[in-house]
């Protein structure tokens, strides 16, 4: 068995006049994510791991922001067709460990939720989905409320060898 592992980062600022996505659940909060999608995050994070670890290459080149088929599309879209090309490149999910960085709106209590959207989204189970929320004790742009990031790990497996000189 092949595995790989893959690390995603993505980060977007807090504007007024947009819904507040991570995970794909909607967070209810007075400032939501500027970006050309809907600017989820962690979904955005979780993409680039997975592609990183395929060496698919990264979310921007799959789902550019110049294209306007993209504009304002639900990241659950983008995270499912992500998931068909690593399937399609013959890797299955192993797990996911993703961290949220937001000093605003406290997280913890909506964990679950994306959890278990998460992991119908990529149709594994959500014991495979670790995700965690921490702030930056008020340091930063995060710190000073003008962004949230995310940062994601992902361990994928293919059950055959990939024949290769080495």
């Known amino acids: 068995m092949k595995i790989r592992v893959g690390f995603g980062f993505d980060v977007h600022a807090l504007v007024t006049g947009r819904d507040l996505w991570l995970g794909g659940v909607k967070i209810p909060h007075t400032l939501g994510l500027q970006g050309h999608s809907d600017a989820d ?13 395929a060496n698919l290459r ?3 080149y799959h789902f550019p922001d110049t294209a ?20 399609e ?13 937001a000093e605003q709106p406290k997280l913890n209590p909506h ?27 008020h340091l930063g742009f995060t710190g000073r409320q ?10 994928i497996q ?7 000189p080495f």
Request: glycine content about 8%; charged content about 15%.
């Open 146 to 155: 003008e962004g949230i990031s995310a940062y994601a790990t992902v361990l």
């Open 41 to 53: 995050v962690l979904i955005h994070a979780i993409c680039d791991a997975l592609l990183g670890a």
């Open 158 to 164: 293919k059950n055959s060898e990939l024949p290769g």
């Open 68 to 87: 306007g088929k993209y504009k304002n599309i639900d990241s659950k879209i983008l995270l499912a067709r992500t998931m068909q090309l690593i399937r």
């Open 58 to 60: 990264d979310i921007g």
């Open 111 to 137: 964990i679950p939720t994306m959890q278990a959207t998460l992991a119908t989204v990529l149709q594994v189970p959500t014991n495979d989905i670790s995700l965690k929320a921490t702030t930056t004790e």
């Open 89 to 101: 490149a013959g890797y299955e999910l192993g797990n996911i460990d993703a961290t949220i960085v």
